[in-house]
């Protein structure tokens, strides 16, 4: 889903936002008459222009202006959870088709994890999915080395108190098949730097494999194959936006905020490794 969001910024920002270019490129191509709006050439890069109402045809095609875009990703193994890395590949460098610049992920999944990640550009909602207050379930589903017991779960549903100090809120570990190794759906509604493996360390049954299946409402699409994302539903959209109590408008965070709520999640925990 895109949200077109209302309001007038400068011809230039507009087109630099919806990919036609650096600001330098494109108001060399207002200079050159490459662009108009409503039918006429702009001469000016910062005449502002109205992104619901105006039409803007930048070197002969029609350019739509998406304010807020969600994309949902099933995130493969070996990318990383960040909008840009010096030598590793990272979940953003996955979405090819997207008109923002600001896209980064809503929550962080480690390199090894598989499974369901948002992308989006709405700081808002991606603070209210992944801020402990708002007891958003994220569901995973594990696979761990050892046998998973009923003394396990009562352990999760108790809170563990970890030995490198983490304490967790209460989670669901709900076993599902128990033998020389095991699988679980785990559902946390916190997100703490590798939780998961740090639990499952912690009770002597390490972390084979690790797929997020779901957060709140939003399940992973099945037909979505590993590394393949597509744009959310409006009716997904609409879901998330309820189940975080959204009363208004999307509202972007710029990239020093997004970075800073990245930051703050990895900080706000003890890393093992
Ligand atoms: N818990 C983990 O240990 N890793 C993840 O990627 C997510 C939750």
Known sequence: MAVAVIMKLRLDKYLTEMGCGTRSQVKKEILKGSVSVNGEIAKKAERKVDTEKDEIIFKGEKIFYAGYEYFMLNKPAGVVSATEDKKERTVIDLIKESKRKDLF???????????????TNDGQLAHRLLSPKKHV??????????RLTEADSAAFAAGLHLDDGLVCQPAELRVMTSGEESEAYVILREGKFHQIKR????????????????????LLDPVLERGAYRLLTKEEWQALAKLTEETGKPRNFNKKESDFLLKKEKTSCNPTK
Not at 110 to 119: C, Y
Not at 137 to 146: L, M, Q, S, T
Request: hydrophobic letters at 40%; aromatic letters at 8%; a positive charge.
């Open 137 to 146: 379930d994220k569901e995973y589903y594990v696979r761990v080395a050892g």
């Open 105 to 119: 992920p809503a929550g962080r999944l480690d390199k090894d994890t598989e499974g369901l990640l948002l992308i």
């Open 199 to 218: 639990m499952l360390a912690y009770l002597g049954k390490p972390v084979l494999y690790l797929e997020r299946v779901r957060m709140g409402n939003l």
